[in-house]
């Protein structure tokens, strides 16, 4: 590692690993096809890939070249589901190093499942895009993101101490008491969501404190959509220099792509990760630069060889060369979802796992609407639950216990806490056929 | 004995009182006393009307969630200690008082208050053996103008 590590200093661009990420692009997709073909491979010890490509007669030797991924099945969060929970494991289960999970449609997480070599090539990942945007061995990063079944804690925990760097594993939370240790320990660089960025330029004002004499002067910020209103918003509140970066736990969490300091877009981790831009609808290609779904190969994943997975994230791909020098195609910021699910607070929640959550407590439902809003810098969902002769009592502990007890089904559910509003009946809106179930305020994209 | 009162669930905005009242008052229906428990997103309004039944149908066919429970009403002494008085016998009996409020009017020396007990049945019975004058509803009624 000292070998790459070396090519940090005395350039213009510092990078974690020069070579990958500035190779020729014929050498990296010569790498990628081998590594496509080693993974469709990998994919027939899995069950669930064995039959479909036996049946369409698909092996390695079906891929000749990039554009054959095109032959091979996707995998959706439905069909990670029906595998629930590691039924998608290319490995024996003692192999797994460890044990993440993401939000699943309903109420049981989706888990994924990591080697030891899945869990160096993670943090490598998440090293380049620290060093992309200005980590430095020296310093000293501290991390408020939530720590646990969540990618984003631990990612970039690893990722800051493959750097070199310090880091401060404060997670996430208590805002006073992250300003408190930032003003003992002087980090140079916070890992957090957008939103709780400027949570904490407020609650540092809050404190008497001038948030742009803070120590920080770089941020790394994922885990939920942002627009470039807000970075330049957390840029100027708390003077530091924002970047973005971007990852999904069903692929490996972040450290799919990140910024370099020219900011045109996330350099993606090729040699990795495969990328494709289809139009939702038509599954085909959209021309470069049009917005349309990501769908990610991954290539170099032991424990869960994902195939195509489709992220219903909407994004745009660039070739254009980029002033850092790196190689690498970029993607846009995401600007959308094919699907209906939400990021709150950084947890993503769909609105099936609230009406699981209604469904749990007798008389909740149908009536029911979810509002998210972000009244100053965090986001804030109000589930509204029309009364009905079932769920009223004229007691109100009984009715505050009622709010309560779906407030905690929620969290349990959902993993977030909800405002629970009940309104009178009649009053949420009715819809023939789909209903509209949710209400969502935040203005997220560009 | 047990006086009939219904409740009505409001949103906690404003304005939102005064439609259930009017409607009961189109309909001619008097109201003896109301009150309000709210919390800032929501209220519940408790009514004790002369005609409940036709007040309960009004409602409901506007378009509210009545909820029809039984109270008890009970003359206390309007002076200090009247109250506690009351308070102490359901104590020491081991009655449960979901809520209380008190009566609109007053009668004479007496105030009436408004009790909701997990078992009205067993107040009843204690509160009388007490000395205490439980108000049924047509004695109410009577002196309501
Ligand atoms: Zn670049």
New interface residues.
């Given amino acids: 590692m000292m070998s790459v590590n070396s090519t940090m200093t005395n350039q213009a661009h510092p990078m974690w690993d020069r070579a990958a990420e500035t190779m020729p692009r014929a050498e990296r997709e010569a790498l990628q096809l081998e590594r496509l073909r080693a993974q469709v491979e990998r994919a027939r010890r899995v069950p669930f890939y064995r039959d479909i490509l036996n049946h369409r007669e698909l092996g390695p030797h079906s891929i000749r070249s990039l554009d054959d991924v095109r032959r091979l099945p996707f995998t959706t969060k439905d069909d990670m589901r029906r595998q629930h929970p590691l039924g998608l494991l290319a490995v024996p289960r003692k192999e797994l190093a460890r044990i993440h999970g993401s939000s699943g449609t309903t109420g049981k997480p989706t888990f994924v499942g990591y080697t030891a070599n899945d869990l160096q090539t993670w943090s490598d990942l998440c090293a380049r895009f620290l060093v992309a945007g200005g980590l430095r061995p020296e310093h000293t990063a501290q991390v408020a993101f939530g720590y646990g079944l969540f990618t984003g804690g631990f990612g970039l925990h690893y990722g800051i101490e493959k750097v070199g760097a310090a880091v401060i594993p404060v997670a996430a939370g208590n805002t006073r008491r992250q300003l408190e240790i930032m003003r003992d320990l002087d980090p140079e660089v916070l890992i957090c969501t957008p939103s709780y960025a400027l949570t904490i330029a407020d609650t540092a004002r809050e404190m008497g404190l001038e948030p742009r004499a803070l120590p920080i002067r770089i941020g790394h910020f994922g885990g939920e959509p942002w627009t470039e209103d807000m970075r330049r918003e957390i840029e100027e509140q708390l003077d530091i220099q924002a970047f973005n970066n971007y990852g999904l736990s069903e692929i490996i969490g972040p450290g799919v792509s990140g910024e370099c300091q020219a900011r045109t877009g996330m350099h993606i981790q090729e040699d990795h990760f495969l990328v494709e831009c289809l139009d939702p609808e038509t599954l085909e290609p959209v021309p470069e630069g049009e917005p349309g779904e990501l769908v990610i190969t991954a290539l170099t994943r032991e424990a869960m060889p994902m195939i195509r997975y489709r992220t219903r994230d909407i994004a745009r791909l660039y070739r254009d060369p980029c002033p850092c020098g790196r190689t690498t195609m970029r993607m846009s910021r995401v600007t959308g979802r094919t699907d209906d699910m939400l990021i709150i607070r950084g947890v993503n929640v769909f609105p099936s796992q609230i009406e699981e959550a209604l469904l749990r407590v007798e008389g909740t439902t149908p009536h029911y609407l979810i509002e998210v809003s972000r009244p100053g810098t965090l986001d804030e969902v109000h589930v509204k639950v029309e009364?009905?002769?079932e769920i009223?009592?004229?007691?109100?502990?009984r009715?505050?216990a009622l709010?309560e007890r779906i407030s905690r089904e929620i969290q349990t559910v959902a993993g977030i806490r909800a405002h629970v509003?009940?309104?009178?009946?009649?009053?949420i809106e009715r819809f023939v056929g789909k209903a509209k179930r949710v209400l969502d305020k935040r203005g997220l994209t560009d | 004995m047990k006086l009939q009162?219904l409740?009505l669930?409001?949103?906690n905005r404003p304005g939102r009182l005064e439609a259930p009242l009017s409607a009961i008052a189109a309909e001619g229906i008097n109201i003896l006393t109301l009150s309000l428990?709210d919390?800032a997103?929501?209220g519940?309004l408790?009514l004790i009307v002369r005609d409940w039944e036709k007040a309960k149908r009004v409602l409901e066919q506007a378009?509210?969630?009545?909820?029809l429970?039984e109270v008890v009403a009970v003359d206390v002494l309007d002076r200090p200690g009247g109250l506690a008085e009351a308070l102490r016998i359901l104590e020491d009996a081991d009655l449960n008082i979901?809520?209380m409020y008190a009566f609109s009017l007053r009668r004479g020396d007496k105030a009436i208050l408004i009790f909701?007990f997990e078992d009205p049945d067993r107040a009843i019975q204690v509160l009388t053996e007490k000395g205490l004058h439980v108000v049924d509803g047509e004695e109410l009624m009577s002196f309501v103008p």
């Fill in positions: 009364i009905h002769p009223f009592s004229d007691r109100m502990d009715m505050q709010c509003d009940l309104v009178e009946p009649r009053s | 009162q409740s669930f409001l949103e428990a919390t997103q929501f519940i408790r378009g509210w969630v009545v909820n429970t979901e809520y909701r």
